[in-house]
Structures are given as structure tokens and as C-alpha cells.
């Protein structure tokens, strides 16, 4: 997710991109990067193959140009098939419904499911790589809506990348108390902000604050 491997792309074609993912989000890896996933049923959010519940004060740092979406399917509570492409990538790379691999048979809940997700780095020295993944409804609406506001602060010019807290609420459907991931936006921040702040030139304080780092001085040629 560093700066320099992004897909070279415009604020519009993202802006369109983004919608296209949010729109769809409530229908139905590398060694450097911690996998977070979040339970319904716990309403708890889990890092990594040990499972850590993350620190709930901690922010995170969303990366728009990593917006992802795909199918995972799931069979004896273990995923069995995966695929997955950055929203950039949906015309080139997406796998319709109908291509998907048969795992069946399938008891109630298994199989295949639309999943979404992005990855977002934290703000500590270790400024953690982390992709977060969901593929239930209500967890796909949750990062939906957000992927959504991207899109429209794109378009209209702001600043676009959101700092977020990760938050939980519980809701009943089917007569089942379940859970759902409340994404809190504490700053919008611009890309040049983001990118002085890893590179050191701003504080954690002034990038929650909105401080945008000073234009550098080019010199003229005599």
C-alpha cells in the first residue's frame, strides 16, 4: 500500500471507480500486511492469524487507491475460494457470479458471497500495513457508505483520505442480536498531508488537525 506502487489513475476515474464498488457493496496478500476481519455474531474486530483485537483507540489511515471487492466462499466455517481485484481493476479482473467455482454441497450459510474491503495503514512509529475485509451485508453497507463519501469528496475536490477509529453496534435481525462495524471518521486529510506526515515533515497532531505541510520552494534558474 506505499505511495509509490498505487495505480497511476485520475480523482475523477477513481471517484467513478469507488461508486461503481460502493453501490454494489450491500448485495449480497503479501507478508508485510496484517489481515483484519470483523465478526458479526462477536461484534469484534481481529489482526492477524493470532486474532488480536486491535487497540480501540487506534486510527487508521485509509488508502482509497486499494479499495477492493470480490467473492469468498465459505464451507465448514474455513474460506474455500477467494477472488479479489481493486476497484480500478473491476473491467479488467472481475469474476462474475456465474465463473465461480462449484464447492458445493453447501450447508445453510455456506458458499459463495460479495466481498469488499480496503487497506488502510496505522498511525504509530510501526505505521502497520493492515487490509480489512467483510462480506456480510451490514458489514459491506458499513464500508460502503464510507467508500461512497470517498467517492463524492473526490469528485468535488476535498480532501479525500479518511482517519478512522473502528467502532461496533449491535442490531437485531431474525429475532438474532448481531453486530455491525461503525467506521468513525475523525479527519479528512489530502494525499500531500498523508504523505508528510510518513515522511516526517508533519506531526500526528497536525495531520488529525488538518495542518497541510508547506508548498517546497523551487529555485530559478539563471
Known sequence: MK????????????????????????????SDVDFMNFSGKS???????????PDPDQVYLVEPASV???WICWKASKPVGRHEWLATQRAQRAVPSTDLEDHSPYRDGEGWSALIGFGMLTLDEA??????????????????????????????????MPIIGLGVTE???QDQKNFKPVLEVDVWVTRAAAAAYFDG?????????GVEPKKKRTRRKK
Open 127 to 160: 505505521a502497520k500495513n493492515i487490509k480489512f475485509t467483510v462480506n456480510s451485508i451490514s458489514a459491506s453497507n458499513a464500508l460502503g457508505d464510507l467508500i461512497r463519501e470517498i467517492s463524492q469528496r473526490m469528485a468535488a475536490g476535498e480532501p479525500y
Open 201 to 209: 515533515e508533519l506531526s500526528e497532531d497536525d495531520l488529525l488537525n
Open 171 to 173: 442490531f437485531t435481525a
Open 68 to 70: 477492493l471487492e470480490g
Open 3 to 30: 505511495t509509490e506502487n498505487l495505480p497511476a489513475i485520475s480523482d475523477q476515474d477513481m471517484a467513478q471507480a469507488l461508486q461503481h464498488t460502493a453501490d454494489d457493496a450491500g448485495s449480497g496478500g503479501t
Open 43 to 53: 461484534g469484534k474486530y481481529q489482526v492477524g492469524q493470532s486474532r488480536i483485537e
